[in-house]
């Protein structure tokens, strides 16, 4: 089975060293028509093609350029009204001879938009209707009956891929602005989210330096933080964590001996509020802290608590 994938990996990557060799001025003539064009990029395509389609019309929409994945048998049923003639098609078909996907064609031409075909044969149908031609023929499929399309979809996946990234790189795409299309993700948290969207204001618990050991501990079980500040808003003089109190009462299990300003931290961690929450999380796991305050060091004012595990 090992030697069954081996030879199935080794297939498909020397079929896609063919279609790279193969890439012409081509790609750069249909690099730059997806730039100029004023309308979506619409692709099209139908079974493994339709698939494929999908995902490339999927890369296209969260890397800049606007697009959406359209079947041909719903377009050719009443799906056409999504095409506007600012448009640019994408056609998928390896053979180029797809009945589904021909059949658009006469609407494309009086709809007057660029037609992009993406066939492994430059002398079929829709390469010949296409204003511009990728060729993605390759010279073996990875299935030993040659049937299943394997290498074929792989090769228009990839081209896909390139596309997409020309696109990127050519618009000088960046991390942020991924971001804005990934809100809900890693990334998005990462470069979007700040310190100040996620931290917590209300009810922060405060205690004075001359509190009681219960009065502490009330303290720190109704803010629900596992931890105090000491001090107010504006004068924050230190912190003391639950493991702050734990450690206290290894040392001294007499309450009655433990003060607050002999348990604190006097040095605690800030974070600026517009700090974005991946650079303060980085800092937290770096100091193996799970909460930071947000305000300012040097003036020691504190607005929220951040905390790592709080979301």
Known sequence: MKEIAKRVFDIEIASLRFVAD??????????????????????????????????????????????????????????????????????????????????????????????????????????????????????QEACPLALAPTSSTTAALVMGDALAVALMESRNFQHEDFARFHPGGSLGRKLLVRVKDLMRVDNLPFINEDASFTELLLCMSEGRLGMVIVGNSKRVKGIITDGDLRRALVRNPDTSQLTVTDMMTKTPVFVDGNEFIHNAEQLMIHKKITAVLVGSATGRNVSGIYQIYNQ
């Open 22 to 139: 193969a890439i012409d001025d081509e790609f750069t003539k249909v690099v730059e028509a997806i730039l100029n064009a004023r309308g979506k990029v619409i692709v099209i395509g139908i079974g493994k093609s339709g698939i494929i389609g999908k995902k490339i019309a999927a890369t296209f929409a969260s890397t800049g350029t606007p697009g959406f994945f359209l079947h041909p048998g719903e377009a050719f049923h009443g799906d056409l009204g999504m095409v506007g003639r600012e448009d640019i098609v994408i056609l998928i078909s390896y053979s180029g001879e797809t009945d589904e996907v021909l059949k658009l064609i006469p609407f494309l031409q009086w709809n007057k938009n660029v037609i992009i075909g993406i066939t492994g044969n430059p002398n079929s149908t829709v390469a010949k209707n296409s204003q511009f031609h990728l060729n993605i023929c390759i010279q």
